[in-house]
């Protein structure tokens, strides 16, 4: 038995539309200008990029270190 997928797609369309009007309403009953929400918006997104950037620095050179941690007692333990 064949399961149909319309209720499915109904409530896909019932969650875009509320979305799409939350977000009306939100833009309508904002606390801020929109210059302000940009620019407050486009500093969060620069700084949570500049942070993964870091993060993703620290990580990459911890697996660095670690992997040559590794190999060093991999020959160690060979006895190469």
Same mark, same amino acid.
Do not use: F
């Given at each position: 038995?064949? &399961? *149909?997928?319309? /209720?499915? @797609? @109904?409530? @896909? +369309?019932?969650l875009i539309s509320g979305a799409v009007v939350g977000a009306a309403l939100g833009a309508l009953f904002a /606390? &801020? *200008? +929109?210059?302000? #929400? $940009?620019?407050?918006? *486009?500093?969060?997104?620069?700084?949570? #990029?500049? $942070? =993964? $950037?870091i993060q993703y620095r620290d990580m990459? =050179? #911890?697996l660095a270190s670690r992997s040559r941690t590794i190999r060093a007692r991999a020959k160690e333990l060979i006895g190469a």
């Open positions: 038995m064949e &399961k *149909s997928i319309k /209720p499915y @797609a @109904a409530y @896909a +369309g019932y /606390p &801020k *200008s +929109g210059r302000d #929400a $940009r620019e407050d918006l *486009s500093y969060w997104v620069k700084d949570k #990029a500049h $942070r =993964r $950037r990459k =050179r #911890a």
